[in-house]
């Protein structure tokens, strides 16, 4: 059973349904997703899978379900074994219901190509997944990836997050999630192209040697708080560009 959603503010609200949800959550823009504790750690052991509670994987999966694309960094695919994009079945209905593909386009940044041809990301992707990398790892591995992803190359050494946006939303992929990793928000934010941060704070002290959820250096930027939903506990955290 998922767990229970209740708004908090800025209406109260209990026992949120997936359909509430997913109204507040707007239309096109580019939102960043991300998990933490009450003392900023973003992962546990390693991983950020290990602090995502059952109201954060609830909230996760309808985020998966707004959205037309699911950005994420090279990095964060491996640490988190991330497999072919697939949303359940209820999250399917809906998307083919509100006229959108059944699952969202997988798009990955990676500056060097360090992905398996084999994985199921790429051998089993319901919707062509789209890679963004360089000229250079196109040139020495690019052919590894022919007929099972799309290729989105820039110029330099490094993918900007500017030209990351435009060739999504180029493509009509409007409705953009990027789960991480912590560089690539660094990116993103650099570019000053991040619309919106849902973040879920999970009420557990995990101290270590974790890291933040952004890593970069960019100007301080104010964002506008939302919306707060609650679930034993756990706080899930709506941020929008303060304009």
Not at 26 to 52: E, K, Q, W, Y
Request: net charge negative; aromatic share 6%; with cysteine.
């Amino acid at each position: 059973m998922d767990a229970e959603l209740d708004r908090l503010w800025p209406q109260a609200a209990p026992g949120l349904s997936d359909e509430e949800i997913l109204e507040a959550l707007d239309g096109p823009c580019l939102r960043m997703n991300f998990v933490s504790s009450i003392d900023g750690a973003v992962t546990r052991d390693g991983h950020s899978g290990g602090l995502s509670g059952a109201a954060d994987k609830r909230f996760f999966g309808l985020l998966r379900r707004w959205s037309d694309v699911v950005l994420v960094a090279a990095g964060t695919v491996r640490t988190e074994g991330y497999a072919d994009m697939r949303v359940d079945e209820a999250s399917a209905r809906w998307r083919t219901g509100h006229g959108r593909t059944a699952h969202p386009v997988f798009a990955i940044v990676t500056g060097s190509l360090d992905l398996d041809p084999e994985s199921p990301i790429f051998t089993a992707a319901p919707e062509r997944p789209i890679l963004f990398t360089t000229e250079a790892a196109v040139a020495r591995h690019g052919a590894r990836f022919a007929g099972l992803a799309e290729l989105c190359v820039t110029s330099g050494t490094e993918v900007d997050g500017s030209a990351i946006a435009s060739a999504l939303r180029s493509r009509g992929l409007e409705r953009i999630l990027c789960e991480g990793g912590p560089a690539l928000f660094g990116s993103l934010l650099q570019a000053d192209v991040v619309d919106e941060l849902c973040l879920t704070v999970e009420p557990t002290l995990e101290a270590g040697d974790a890291g933040r959820i952004a890593r970069g250096r960019i100007p301080s930027r104010a964002m506008r708080l939302v919306s707060v939903l609650q679930s034993e506990g756990t706080l899930l955290l709506r941020y929008v560009r303060a304009r």
